[in-house]
């Protein structure tokens, strides 16, 4: 079921230090805050580059490359809170019927099974909702694969360090649910990438990682300042109309320069629209009910650090809760199932005894007939071993030219869906990878491919990009019903 998560830092007594950490491709920035007095103040701030992927690499050595440049300025601080990047997140928008609130999770579990491209148990899901003045209502659902988590923790924690929460760095720079964010579109320009936030009717109505917008030339980064306007005009575009007409005003974060570049063009495309740009450079006095120190640059890491030592609770909290053994045996057996259990284990043991000599005396007779016909069982299984040794020579199905046929038969000929490799293990075991034109076009794909007879479990994976070019895989299993699988 998806639940509405709340953060593990609202349990928790209120801090008086902890690390804030936001990573973003390869850049991982930190700063470390210390709360004295009703005031906050800066111990150490850090910019640096990973030569690991926590994905891809093994945790420990990435730990301890995270730990070797957290020793290097300094900082001491084991509790963090984390800001995830945003092109991990998996993002879909639904509209929420009239329903008893009792009903609307399991609501929003079913449309999440529909909408996202991969088994949803394999994500974190977390639920926005807004809604709009006529009263209805939207749901925005974010996914972060589990598998991401897991290993990104596993590497903060062989740095030594304590993840206290895991959430978004942008919903952290504009959070939503507050009256000053509603109706505000952020744009926080990140490493490779802009991320694209959309608040309205007291919650999140719109997330995208907007790839391709920044590039880099030697040691400079540009902005494709047009990429972005175009994208968030589509965007805005999107939006149910009613959430659409409350958007109005822009805040761009992000390093100085940029941010102002990319506030001056999306003042002159989006000048029509009436909405109001700025580049956010400072924080105001109250952002966080506290006070800040007078040199803090607006960062995902420092809001991130900030409003927890401030006691605002996390938004989106990211971080797999930890069950415990005992927790788990409490949740199995509850009062009522704890009395059936035990009840059913006495007359198990009532009749136990019983049984047992019953399936010995089985076990006697069936290893007396096992001697007798233990011979010809042995000679029918050198028989069959020959038949399966030599079988490949003889088999005149062409099975790898018949998965390629029924496969491209499947695939759409105007060559909007074009497959770059075609992966066959042992004749039954099929992968394929490939570029769509877009999303709607994939969907029919794959359903023209789970309707040939001989695919089975046929399964979509992630996809990358966006139209015209969204990277796919799938991989399905290859049956001949009474032919031979060999």
């Known amino acids: 079921m998806i639940k509405l998560p709340k953060s593990a830092l609202s349990k928790r007594p209120r801090l008086s230090s902890l690390l804030g950490l936001t990573l973003d491709g390869s850049r991982l920035d930190g700063i470390a805050l210390r709360r004295t007095n009703g005031a906050l103040h800066i111990q150490q701030s850090f910019s640096v580059s990973l030569s690991l992927d926590p994905l891809t690499n093994d945790s420990a050595l990435v730990g301890r490359e995270i730990r070797n440049h957290l020793d290097a300025v300094g900082v001491r601080e084991r509790q963090c809170i984390v800001g995830l990047p945003l092109k991990w997140a998996l993002t879909t928008h639904i509209e929420v019927p009239e329903l008893p609130e009792a009903d609307i999770?399991?609501?929003?579990?079913?449309?999440?099974?529909?909408?996202?491209?991969?088994?949803?148990?394999?994500?974190?899901?977390?639920?926005?909702?807004?809604?709009?003045?006529?009263?209805?209502?939207?749901?925005?659902?974010?996914?972060?694969?589990?598998?991401?988590?897991?290993?990104?923790?596993?590497?903060?924690?062989?740095?030594?360090?304590?993840?206290?929460?895991?959430?978004?760095?942008?919903?952290?720079?504009?959070?939503?649910?507050?009256?000053?964010?509603?109706?505000?579109?952020?744009?926080?320009?990140?490493?490779?990438?802009?991320?694209?936030?959309?608040?309205?009717?007291?919650?999140?109505?719109?997330?995208?990682?907007?790839?391709?917008?920044?590039?880099?030339?030697?040691?400079?980064?540009v902005l494709h300042t047009d990429l972005v306007a175009r994208e968030a005009r589509i965007t805005l575009g999107q939006l149910p109309a009613e959430l659409r007409e409350t958007v109005r005003r822009i805040r761009v974060f992000g390093p100085r320069d940029l941010a102002q570049q990319l506030a001056d063009e999306m003042e002159l495309r989006l000048d029509a629209a009436g909405l109001k740009v700025e580049a956010v450079t400072r924080y105001a006095a109250n952002e966080f009910g506290i006070q800040l120190p007078p040199d803090a640059s607006v960062s995902a890491a420092f809001s991130l650090a900030a409003g927890c030592l401030a006691g605002r609770r996390v938004l989106f909290e990211f971080l797999l809760p930890k069950v415990t053994p005992w927790q788990q045996l409490a949740t199995r057996y509850s009062s009522g199932r704890l009395r059936t259990v035990i009840s059913a284990a006495a007359a198990?043991?009532?009749?136990?005894?019983?049984?047992?000599?019953?399936?010995?005396?089985?076990?006697?007779?069936?290893?007396?007939?096992?001697?007798?016909?233990?011979?010809?069982?042995?000679?029918?299984?050198?028989?069959?071993?020959?038949?399966?040794?030599?079988?490949?020579?003889?088999?005149?199905?062409?099975?790898?030219?018949?998965?390629?046929?029924?496969?491209?038969?499947?695939?759409?000929?105007?060559?909007?869906?074009?497959?770059?490799?075609?992966?066959?293990?042992?004749?039954?075991?099929?992968?394929?990878?490939?570029?769509?034109?877009?999303?709607?076009?994939?969907?029919?794909?794959?359903?023209?491919?789970?309707?040939?007879?001989?695919?089975?479990?046929?399964?979509?994976?992630?996809?990358?990009?966006?139209?015209?070019?969204?990277?796919?895989?799938?991989?399905?299993?290859?049956?001949?019903?009474?032919?031979?699988?060999?």
């Not at 609501?107 to 996202?116: D, G, P, S, T, V």
């Not at 004749?427 to 794909?445: E, H, M, P, S, Y």
């Open 348 to 486: 198990v043991a009532l009749v136990g005894g019983g049984l047992f000599f019953f399936q010995q005396c089985q076990l006697w007779r069936l290893e007396a007939q096992w001697t007798k016909i233990q011979p010809t069982v042995q000679q029918l299984q050198g028989v069959q071993d020959q038949i399966r040794l030599y079988r490949p020579w003889y088999d005149d199905s062409v099975r790898g030219l018949t998965i390629l046929k029924r496969l491209t038969d499947a695939f759409p000929e105007d060559g909007s869906v074009t497959a770059k490799t075609v992966e066959i293990r042992d004749l039954n075991a099929v992968t394929c990878t490939g570029i769509a034109r877009d999303r709607q076009v994939l969907l029919k794909t794959i359903e023209n491919v789970r309707k040939v007879q001989q695919f089975h479990e046929v399964a979509l994976g992630p996809t990358r990009g966006q139209p015209p070019a969204v990277q796919f895989t799938f991989n399905f299993q290859w049956n001949e019903g009474g032919k031979s699988a060999n």
């Open 105 to 221: 999770a399991g609501f929003l579990q079913i449309e999440a099974e529909r909408n996202f491209p991969c088994d949803v148990q394999t994500l974190h899901v977390v639920t926005s909702r807004s809604q709009t003045a006529s009263g209805k209502q939207h749901a925005t659902l974010i996914g972060i694969p589990k598998n991401h988590l897991v290993l990104l923790e596993q590497a903060l924690r062989a740095a030594k360090l304590k993840p206290l929460g895991f959430s978004l760095g942008i919903a952290a720079l504009q959070p939503p649910g507050t009256e000053a964010s509603n109706g505000v579109m952020a744009l926080a320009i990140g490493e490779s990438h802009v991320a694209l936030q959309i608040t309205a009717g007291g919650g999140v109505a719109a997330l995208r990682a907007l790839e391709g917008a920044l590039e880099a030339e030697g040691s400079q980064r």
